[in-house]
């Protein structure tokens, strides 16, 4: 079965470095999107992504992030200049039209 | 207010039990859905079941049922048979507006920790 692939599975970064997340939706899905879940707490939208542009952000998505599809396969989201307080598990999940999302296995962030 | 809403911080079931875990929602749009994900203790997360707000019937997925009362906003799962390996973190999730919608963001709940003794 298709999957959401999602690299690292574990990023450690110092504070108010540059880190780039990375995410392969499964192919023929056409809506992406990005979640957080800080530690032992609620998953958290971050944004939603079609047609080459975001069609919903949170407050949480501020001026330091940034979300691109380079070349029609990866879907990443970039911190530009990381904070504590981004140390969580970063989802990234996709779907196709009418399906449910379905969501790759994450990646810890961890901000030193 | 909260969307969705878990009372349930954590549950203990006896394997092979059945079990029910609890999940309202608020919403005033016509149209949404409603999900369950498994969480286990390595983090990654699991769709189990999906409640199209027009449907008809209950969703069912082997084990898993969810039992929607929409006149109650209540979209409860029901897990038969219980066994070890449902040990996990289970969060309810609501899709607000149609499906095929370009945002259709989920919003979660903040999860019920169910454990299963042998």
């Known amino acids: 079965e298709p999957e959401v692939t999602q690299t690292p599975s574990h990023q450690v970064t110092q504070m108010g470095q540059e880190v780039i997340l990375r995410c392969v939706p499964i192919?023929?899905?056409?809506?992406f999107y990005w979640y957080r879940q800080i530690l032992g707490q609620k998953v958290e939208f971050l944004v939603s992504?079609?047609?080459?542009?975001?069609?919903?952000k949170s407050e949480i998505f501020d001026d330091q992030f940034s979300v691109e599809r380079p070349d029609g396969s990866n879907f990443t989201l970039k911190i530009r200049s990381t904070k504590l307080e981004d140390s969580a598990m970063y989802f990234c999940?996709?779907?196709?039209?009418?399906?449910?999302?379905?969501f790759g296995d994450g990646t810890r962030l961890s901000i030193l | 207010a909260q969307k969705i809403t878990q009372t349930q911080p954590g549950m203990f079931v006896q394997e092979k039990e059945a079990v029910t875990l609890d999940c309202t929602y608020d919403t005033s749009d016509p149209s949404y859905g409603l999900f369950w994900y498994k969480q286990p203790s390595s983090g990654e997360m699991i769709f189990l079941i999906y409640q199209g707000s027009y449907d008809q019937q209950n969703a069912t997925e082997g084990r898993y049922s969810l039992n929607f009362q929409k006149a109650r906003k209540s979209a409860n799962l029901v897990i038969s048979a219980s066994q070890l390996g449902d040990s996990a973190m289970y969060f309810c999730a609501m899709r607000e507006g149609p499906p095929g919608s370009s945002a259709s963001k989920i919003i979660f709940g903040s999860g019920t920790r169910l454990s299963i003794r042998p």
């Open positions: 999940a996709s779907k196709l039209g009418d399906q449910p999302q379905h």
């Open positions: 992504f079609y047609n080459n542009e975001i069609s919903e």
């Open positions: 192919s023929n899905h056409l809506y």
